[in-house]
């Protein structure tokens, strides 16, 4: 009901706990062509069944065996970033509190690391998603001046435990998931366009007045590039989550605020410079995906588009070059999609503890039944 | 307004809330094969008791709901045209009196957001809250201030900003600034006095169109309602009855989850430490106290007609016990507020009324936990763990 209500003394002391270790069971079986899945590093965050307590919230760097390591986190998490440019023996990620949280967690492979926590400013509060600089030396994150209703990045040096050294626009309310273009400068933002606050929790206040939108800004200078909205009788389509494909071709996918008999297509294209595009999915199809997009993203070569549809429990699949609907595949409660290192190949995590190894044609699950995962996925390493 | 019994709603919320936690719980589930209690779970997935859910909220619940509102907005209009040609005490308190039903109709029936009420944004035409920021009060007032007479015409008044054109704005052109201003304060003998009259009239028979459209097309059921009373896989909206369980189901788990977050929790600040009455819903006419009850006795209402009392087979006395006490709490704090004759002022200047008010947020939120969390289950309902309220 009410978001959670952390103060900085329980966070510290609750993410020094780190969890036990590895769940026995192997979470997948490698694919025949997924040749290199026994290297694959994931990263998720989850709600995990104590046999003597409460389900406790945790965030795991994972492979195909089971964790390589699990760091509890105070509340429900979102995404996760990773650092790029970093050693052959360890990986750090950055874990987000889902919205409306102010907490956000750094950790690596190496255990004998201390996580790393930091906040949102006392005025803001986090959104879930973040992006590094190629460098690895900066962190975006997408966060809402919610005194002032509007859209924030916040800028934090990486290489200084994570401290904030810079704010500038989102140029649009509600920004959601942000990633960042080939030429490593530009960085393009899915603003969800709903307005909420901390006080009144996940509630949205202005759902007749809402206007998403993608904008592009320059991350060196935090300087508008392009913003591009959607048409006023789809202003309640909210732009939620986005991936980069081939050739820097942004994908969508919509979140519709509107009545739920209104079935408005849910995943979008953009091409810089141009007008976002819809891609039509079969009536059925749009029919499971319940108006909601919970995670997107490319595979391996950029060309295969992978969706979540939770809410209706499928997975869709999307041809980003030709900007067709490919096929879907069911999946309960499905959210999280991780592209691995195999053309088509994706891995897919559910609120019901599935974990899949997926492609077009093929689907392997494994179920744990105390993990719920949460709404993403992604690959580390 | 839809009334029920205090025993009625007794008896029928622990039969609905026994029946979501123990039908559904891990154990019975477990032991489907052997216990009654797993005949209730097979009984709910059942098309014919979901198909008398459906048909028992339909009848019992929405068209009487959006029946009291229609009736009551005439009523309203017809006595705010009263008003306006004779302005007087009797005539001011039969306005307010009026505008206090229709409200509270609007209660009674404010949870269900599909269907003809989400048609051309008429819920939020009806009632612009939660007006964030002020934008919607702002509006109204730029209006009164404007005094644009060409804008009250019918057609132009329907292009105005949502703000302005229901209940919402009503209030304020009723009560000003809810400090018991007089109406020859508020519609004074001038120019500025006519217009906010004729604007008042306006805003009337606007909600008395918008009423009077949703009840009707409910009633005479549009393609839409059709479908919802008649699922089948043809169809382009409606497909099966869990779709439909489910378009109810939200209904009372949103409301709870705005009752506690929006109406209660909201108005203690963003660390719970500040007071802040003015965020309650209809603060300026003390209407917001019996807006609650009103909320929460309809969630009753509901969940006890829906046909869910179906679910039950037995009934253990400690979980009777549990559930009755809670509601029990709440309806002695609603009416220690009557005793006291608080408003929503009273309550948030005050830490024990205070403490009473967090403590009905409290059940409220437990309540819709329990129901979320068993009742989906039982139903097998698609609201998983990444599927409940977007993200």
Same mark, same amino acid.
């Given at each position: 009901m009410h978001p959670m209500v952390i103060n900085r003394r329980d966070f510290l002391r609750s993410s020094f706990i780190v969890s036990s270790g590895a769940l026995s069971n192997f979470y997948f079986s490698s694919t025949a062509q997924s040749t290199a899945s026994s290297q694959e590093i994931f990263a998720a965050?989850?709600?995990?069944?104590?046999?003597?307590?409460?389900?406790?919230?945790?965030?795991?760097?994972? @492979?195909?065996?089971?964790?390589?390591? &699990?760091?509890?986190?105070?509340?429900?998490?979102?995404?996760?970033?990773?650092?790029?440019?970093?050693?052959?023996?360890?990986?750090?990620?950055?874990?987000?509190?889902?919205?409306?949280?102010?907490?956000?967690?750094?950790?690596?492979? @190496?255990?004998?690391?201390q996580p790393l926590h930091f906040f949102a400013r006392e005025d803001r509060h986090f959104y879930g998603h973040g992006v590094f600089s190629p460098d690895g030396k900066l962190l975006f994150t997408t966060e809402n001046d919610f005194e002032n209703g509007v859209g924030v990045i916040g800028v934090r040096d990486a290489t200084s435990n994570y401290n904030q050294i810079g704010e500038f626009s989102s140029f649009g309310i509600g920004p959601h998931d942000m990633a960042l273009l080939d030429d490593g400068n530009t960085l393009v933002i899915a603003n969800g366009g709903l307005e909420t606050t901390p006080e009144t929790g996940r509630q949205i206040l202005n759902l007749p007045e809402m206007e998403p939108s993608l904008v592009y800004i320059d991350r060196r200078t935090g300087t508008l590039i392009e913003k591009q909205?959607?048409?006023?009788?789809?202003?309640?389509?909210?732009?939620?989550?986005?991936?980069?494909?081939?050739?820097?071709?942004?994908?969508?996918?919509?979140?519709?605020?509107?009545?739920?008999?209104?079935?408005?297509?849910?995943?979008?294209?953009?091409?810089?410079?141009?007008?976002?595009?819809?891609?039509?999915?079969?009536?059925?199809?749009?029919?499971?995906?319940? @108006?909601?997009?919970?995670?997107?993203?490319?595979?391996? &070569?950029?060309?295969?588009?992978?969706?979540?549809?939770?809410?209706?429990?499928?997975?869709?699949?999307?041809?980003?070059?030709?900007?067709?609907?490919?096929?879907?595949?069911?999946?309960?409660?499905?959210?999280?999609?991780?592209?691995?290192? &195999?053309?088509?190949?994706?891995?897919?995590? &559910?609120?019901?503890?599935?974990?899949?190894?997926?492609?077009?044609?093929?689907?392997?699950i494994k179920r744990h039944e105390d993990v719920q995962w949460d709404n993403h996925a992604i690959l580390v390493r | 307004m839809l009334k029920i019994s205090f025993k009625d709603l007794y008896f029928f919320?622990?039969?609905?809330?026994?029946?979501?936690?123990?039908?559904?719980?891990?154990?019975?589930?477990?032991?489907?094969?052997?216990?009654?209690?797993?005949?209730?779970?097979?009984?709910?997935?059942?098309?014919?008791i979901l198909e008398k859910m459906a048909t028992n909220l339909y009848k019992l619940h929405i068209i009487p709901g959006y029946k009291s509102l229609y009736e009551s907005s005439q009523v309203l209009h017809s006595s705010m045209v009263g008003f306006c040609s004779d302005q007087n005490v009797k005539n001011y308190s039969a306005v307010k009196d009026n505008f206090a039903d229709t409200v509270l109709s609007f209660?009674?029936?404010?949870?269900?957001?599909?269907?003809?009420?989400?048609?051309?944004?008429?819920? !939020?035409?009806?009632?612009?809250?939660?007006?964030?920021?002020?934008?919607?009060?702002?509006?109204?007032?730029? #209006?009164?201030?404007?005094?644009?007479?060409?804008?009250?015409?019918?057609?132009?008044?329907?292009?105005?900003?949502?703000?302005?054109?229901?209940?919402?704005?009503?209030?304020?052109?009723?009560?000003?600034?809810?400090?018991?201003?007089?109406?020859? !304060?508020?519609?004074?003998?001038?120019?500025?006095?006519?217009?906010?009259?004729?604007?008042?009239?306006?805003?009337?028979?606007?909600?008395?169109?918008?009423?009077?459209?949703?009840?009707?097309?409910?009633?005479?059921?549009?393609?839409?309602?059709? !479908?919802?009373?008649?699922?089948?896989?043809?169809?382009?909206?409606?497909?099966?009855?869990?779709?439909?369980?489910? !378009?109810?189901?939200?209904?009372?788990?949103?409301?709870?989850?705005?009752?506690?977050?929006?109406?209660?929790?909201?108005?203690?600040?963003?660390?719970?430490?500040?007071?802040?009455?003015?965020?309650?819903?209809?603060?300026?006419?003390? #209407?917001?106290?019996?807006?609650?009850?009103?909320?929460?006795?309809?969630?009753?209402?509901?969940?006890q007609r829906s046909g869910f009392k179906s679910l039950l087979d037995r009934s253990p006395v400690d979980l009777q016990f549990h559930v009755t006490k809670m509601f029990l709490e709440i309806?002695?704090?609603?009416?220690?507020?009557?005793?006291?004759?608080?408003?929503?002022f009273s309550i948030m200047s005050d830490e024990t009324s205070k403490a009473k008010l967090q403590k009905i947020a409290k059940t409220v939120s437990h309540l819709n936990v329990g129901f979320a969390r068993y009742f989906a289950l039982a139903a097998d309902l698609p609201l998983g763990f990444n599927a409940s309220d977007g993200d």
């Open positions: 965050a989850r709600r995990q069944k104590t046999q003597n307590g409460p389900a406790n919230y945790s965030v795991a760097l994972f @492979n195909k065996e089971g964790d390589l390591r &699990s760091v509890a986190l105070p509340g429900r998490g979102h995404d996760i970033a990773v650092r790029p440019q970093q050693t052959s023996s360890e990986v750090e990620v950055v874990a987000f509190a889902r919205r409306p949280g102010m907490f956000a967690i750094a950790f690596s492979t @190496n255990s004998a690391k909205t959607l048409p006023r009788e789809l202003h309640q389509l909210s732009i939620r989550h986005l991936t980069v494909a081939s050739k820097n071709r942004v994908v969508f996918g919509g979140q519709f605020k509107g009545p739920k008999t209104n079935t408005p297509h849910l995943i979008g294209i953009h091409d810089r410079g141009n007008k976002i595009k819809l891609i039509e999915a079969p009536k059925d199809v749009l029919h499971n995906m319940k @108006n909601y997009v919970g995670s997107i993203t490319a595979d391996q &070569s950029g060309e295969i588009i992978a969706a979540s549809h939770p809410r209706g429990g499928i997975i869709s699949y999307w041809d980003a070059i030709g900007q067709r609907y490919l096929g879907h595949k069911t999946l309960k409660d499905g959210c999280g999609v991780a592209r691995t290192h &195999s053309n088509s190949e994706f891995l897919l995590t &559910s609120g019901t503890g599935d974990v899949a190894q997926t492609t077009l044609t093929s689907q392997k | 919320l622990f039969i609905f809330i026994f029946g979501l936690l123990v039908v559904s719980s891990p154990i019975s589930a477990a032991t489907e094969a052997n216990t009654p209690i797993s005949k209730s779970f097979k009984e709910l997935t059942n098309n014919e209660a009674a029936i404010e949870h269900i957001h599909f269907g003809p009420i989400v048609d051309k944004y008429r819920l !939020e035409r009806l009632v612009y809250w939660p007006d964030h920021k002020g934008r919607g009060l702002r509006a109204v007032r730029r #209006l009164l201030k404007t005094q644009d007479k060409n804008s009250l015409a019918p057609e132009k008044f329907v292009e105005k900003s949502i703000a302005v054109q229901g209940l919402t704005a009503l209030e304020y052109v009723l009560y000003g600034n809810g400090k018991d201003q007089t109406f020859q !304060e508020l519609f004074t003998a001038d120019e500025k006095g006519r217009f906010r009259c004729n604007y008042a009239k306006r805003l009337t028979a606007n909600i008395q169109e918008i009423s009077e459209k949703v009840y009707k097309e409910w009633q005479k059921q549009t393609p839409l309602i059709k !479908e919802l009373l008649n699922p089948a896989l043809a169809n382009e909206h409606y497909r099966n009855r869990k779709e439909v369980l489910l !378009e109810f189901y939200q209904s009372v788990t949103v409301e709870m989850k705005k009752i506690h977050d929006l109406k209660i929790r909201a108005l203690f600040g963003r660390k719970g430490k500040r007071s802040k009455p003015k965020r309650a819903p209809f603060w300026r006419s003390g #209407l917001t106290l019996k807006i609650l009850k009103t909320n929460i006795e309809t969630m009753d209402f509901y969940v309806y002695a704090s609603f009416k220690d507020f009557d005793k006291g004759s608080l408003t929503i």
